[in-house]
T-cell receptor, first 109, second 114 residues
Framework: DAKTTQPPSMDCAEGRAANLPCNHSTISGNEYVYWYRQIHSQGPQYIIH???NNETNEMASLIITEDRKSSTLILPHATLRDTAVYYCISSYNFNKFYFGSGTKLNVKP | NAGVTQTPKFQVLKTGQSMTLQCAQD?????MYWYRQDPGMGLRLIYYSASEGTTDKGEVPNGYNVSRLNKREFSLRLESAAPSQTSVYFCASSEETGPGYEQYFGPGTRLTVT
């Protein structure tokens, strides 16, 4: 499965949009892009996933480039409770689901 | 719905001791998973069960065994614990292993082997 590359950390001001980038340049045609987050040491929480088209749900938006080699997770109005480690994963199925080290998002007042 | 539950929450073992971590889900999911997370790292898949009656190795299966007891329950056993198995263990479930589904995680079991 494709490996992903994310910046180790990012800062964001409370109330502003948080844009978290992810590179998955070797992604295969049938692999989805998933985003999860982990707050403190809790179990990871599903955020959103997509294949080709941009996706939006109540938590976030996912923007996937046309060539599918990168994506951006957007939290439209970040709050302090969004401080977490965010994982971008590209995979066809959960049998091969590699979390990597993720991006530590620090939302500051 | 409780979602995915795990017991115990914390455990301390001596080297060579054995123990079983329990996991249950009430979402009628077909697939279940065991991950471990070492400090400062992402999760790594130990074993998974695509459906009741089947189990398969993940990325780091050595030193572990699993049992899919029924559709709800998936246990992870350490036969002879080693300090290298000190980690946080997460259980997860999903409707299927295939693409496009969501994976739900339990709260974790924090295991220390001395």
């Amino acid at each position: 499965d494709a490996k992903t590359t994310q910046p180790p950390s990012m800062d964001c001001a409370e109330g502003r949009a948080a844009n978290l980038p992810c590179n998955h340049s070797t992604i295969s045609g049938n692999e989805y892009v998933y985003w999860y987050r982990q707050i403190h040491s809790q179990g990871p929480q599903y955020i959103i996933h997509g294949l080709k088209n941009n996706e939006t749900n109540e938590m976030a938006s996912l923007i996937i480039t046309e060539d599918r080699k990168s994506s951006t997770l957007i939290l439209p109005h970040a709050t302090l409770r969004d401080t977490a480690v965010y994982y971008c994963i590209s995979s066809y199925n959960f049998n091969k689901f590699y979390f990597g080290s993720g991006t530590k998002l620090n939302v500051k007042p | 719905n409780a979602g995915v539950t795990q017991t115990p929450k914390f455990q301390v073992l001596k080297t060579g001791q054995s123990m079983t971590l329990q996991c249950a889900q009430d979402m009628n999911h077909n697939s279940m998973y065991w991950y471990r997370q070492d400090p400062g790292m992402g999760l790594r898949l130990i074993y998974y069960s695509a459906s009741e009656g089947t189990t398969d190795k993940g990325e780091v299966p050595n030193g572990y065994n699993v049992s899919r007891l029924n559709k709800r329950e998936f246990s992870l056993r350490l036969e002879s614990a080693a300090p290298s198995q000190t980690s946080v263990y997460f259980c997860a479930s999903s409707e299927e292993t295939g693409p496009g589904y969501e994976q739900y995680f339990g709260p974790g079991t924090r295991l220390t082997v001395t």
